[in-house]
């Protein structure tokens, strides 16, 4: 995070500190007086400093406030890190998730009846679509439409609820 600290400009590494929290998983800086290599490394840092600190906030002010650095620009950094302190997590955890593919970040779904009608017979099923909106380590969001019947539904709920009795 030296190069952060380092910036001339206060007004620059103000820009610098919002563009560090932002979104800590997306790979890349849009402005464009900041090298997006400062940010990136400050990222990283920053990711590392809450990791070995167990992600307590605390500590990681202490060890900022107690650095070398600039003490105004320290304090203006431990007060972001205490406002934007669950946005951070979120952005650790989906960083840390994503480097294993895609990682669901919302979801939307809705339930139609499907009616179809001939001479012999008339249709009627229900259907579930599912729009998952996800992130992938580079920070890009996609939507994806999946669309299944009762059947496939209650199958998906079944292995989800597999898989939280394996974590519990």
């Known amino acids: 995070m030296d190069a952060i600290f380092n910036i001339e400009a206060n007004n620059t590494f103000q820009m610098a500190l919002e563009e560090m929290f932002k979104q800590n998983h997306a790979a890349q800086c849009l402005n464009k007086e900041i090298a997006s290599n400062v940010i990136e490394l400050a990222k990283e840092d920053l990711r590392n400093l809450l990791i070995r600190a167990d992600f307590d906030t605390e500590k990681v002010s202490e060890q900022i406030l107690s650095s070398n650095w600039n003490q105004d620009r320290a304090e203006q950094f431990v007060s972001l890190l205490k406002e934007r302190k669950s946005e951070l997590f979120q952005s650790i955890i989906t960083h840390h998730n994503s480097g294993y593919g895609d990682t669901v970040m919302d979801f939307m779904w809705t339930v139609k009846l499907v009616l179809g009608t001939s001479e012999s017979k008339v ?3 229900p259907l579930t679509q599912m729009v998952l909106s996800t992130v992938n ?11 299944m019947n009762k059947e496939a539904l209650l199958l998906l709920i079944n292995n989800l609820e597999t898989g939280l009795d394996g974590t519990l």
């Open 123 to 125: 249709i009627r099923y």
């Open 137 to 147: 380590s580079n920070g890009q969001s996609k939507q994806k439409l999946y669309e």
